[in-house]
């Protein structure tokens, strides 16, 4: 059992959950405007239509900042330090927090091109990481 404070899983965001288990980053669509949004909510940010589909996303995108954790953020970090954590913006145009999964957190810099890795947690948690491309 993991010791970490882990993300609630909420009905909104209970697909996306699932979808991080089946090694997918999904995304929802509002049904109204066709844009993708996240973190999951009931209404659209864009235009506060309710109703979203979820959809794939490639999985790709752009460190927009980072952090570079050397002391825990919580006791249950502690053996992790040093660690990125990182505004990832994807190439749907969605912000999302994650870590920058790297042996080298000096190396990592704003605008490098990133792919999702995932992290299994725990049997009911897996969470979407990132790791350089090049
Ligand atoms: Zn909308």
Redesign the pocket.
Request: negative net charge.
């Given at each position: 059992m993991s010791d970490k404070p882990l993300p609630t899983i909420d009905p909104d965001s209970a697909p996306f959950w699932a979808a991080c288990g089946e090694g997918r980053l999904d995304l929802p669509h509002?049904r109204?405007?066709a844009?993708p949004h996240f973190p999951p909510r009931a209404l659209?940010p864009?235009?506060h239509?309710v109703g979203c589909d979820w959809r794939a996303a490639a999985g790709t995108g752009t460190i927009h900042t980072f952090t570079v954790a050397r002391r825990p953020a919580h006791p249950g970090f502690k053996d992790e330090v040093p660690y990125v954590v990182a505004l990832i913006d994807l190439d749907e145009g969605v912000r999302m927090m994650s870590n920058i999964v790297t042996d080298d957190p000096d190396a990592v810099a704003i605008g490098q091109r990133v792919e999702v890795v995932f992290d299994k947690v725990t049997d009911d948690l897996t969470m979407p990481k990132f790791q350089r491309i090049d």
């Amino acid at each position: 059992m993991s010791d970490k404070p882990l993300p609630t899983i909420d009905p909104d965001s209970a697909p996306f959950w699932a979808a991080c288990g089946e090694g997918r980053l999904d995304l929802p669509h509002c049904r109204a405007c066709a844009r993708p949004h996240f973190p999951p909510r009931a209404l659209c940010p864009h235009c506060h239509e309710v109703g979203c589909d979820w959809r794939a996303a490639a999985g790709t995108g752009t460190i927009h900042t980072f952090t570079v954790a050397r002391r825990p953020a919580h006791p249950g970090f502690k053996d992790e330090v040093p660690y990125v954590v990182a505004l990832i913006d994807l190439d749907e145009g969605v912000r999302m927090m994650s870590n920058i999964v790297t042996d080298d957190p000096d190396a990592v810099a704003i605008g490098q091109r990133v792919e999702v890795v995932f992290d299994k947690v725990t049997d009911d948690l897996t969470m979407p990481k990132f790791q350089r491309i090049d």
